[in-house]
């Protein structure tokens, strides 16, 4: 049985595909302001000058996207009271609250639309952090390691530009493929099998 905050992230990760294909079905871009969608130049800008069916279309769809994006907004407002999620520029961070292997992590965060989380920057350890802390549990990141032993990678690819080592970390030596969060933020080389708490990035 999923979990309250379960189901509002599967929502969300619904809505934006939604969201994401609605948009891509009309060559716009964005869902944000200035040029995007609900910029002069969106969807209101495209109208100008048309007329017949293409209108009646674009503005069912305009009023579409416009009720998506009130949706996201509150389920996103929930999360963020609850503690369960945290935005750092485009991404967004949140948790179901599980403790599962990494293996059942990464599965639950790929069907809800994201990855592990994967902090690239300070701020986005911080905000992985901020959602460690609120369960008081270790999590595990979207990074493994390579064939070669002592090299990490990030699930989608690429070399990791920031890191955040606990001393004398990675240690495995090829033993500990997985990498987990302390409290603290700092990262640890770890079993894949352990439990840990599921913290995905979209």
């Given at each position: 049985m999923l979990?309250?905050?379960?189901?509002i992230l599967t929502a969300i990760a619904a809505l934006l595909v939604t969201c994401h294909a609605q948009c891509?079905?009309?060559g716009i871009s964005e869902l944000g302001t200035g040029s995007g969608l609900f910029g002069k130049a969106g969807v209101q800008g495209r109208l100008a000058g048309l007329s017949g069916p293409s209108v009646s279309l674009n503005t069912e769809l305009w009023n579409v996207l416009v009720n998506l994006k009130h949706r996201i907004s509150r389920l996103e407002g929930v999360l963020f009271l609850n503690g369960k999620m945290r935005q750092v520029g485009n991404k967004i961070f949140a948790s179901n609250g599980k403790n599962v292997d990494f293996a059942s992590?990464?599965?639950?965060c790929e069907e809800a639309g994201g990855t592990l989380?994967?902090?690239t920057n300070e701020e986005e350890n911080k905000a992985i952090l901020g959602i460690a802390k609120e369960y008081n549990r270790y999590a595990y990141l979207g990074i493994k390691e390579s064939e070669t032993s002592g090299q990490f990678k990030c699930l989608r690819g690429g070399n990791l530009r920031y890191t955040?080592?606990?001393?004398?970390?990675p240690n495995g030596k090829g033993t500990?493929?997985?990498?987990?969060m302390y409290t603290d933020g700092s990262w640890s080389d770890k079993k894949c099998n352990l439990y840990r708490l599921t913290i995905c990035e979209f």
């Open positions: 979990s309250y905050s379960s189901y891509k079905c009309t992590a990464l599965k639950f989380a994967t902090p955040k080592w606990r001393s004398h970390e500990e493929k997985c990498v987990e």
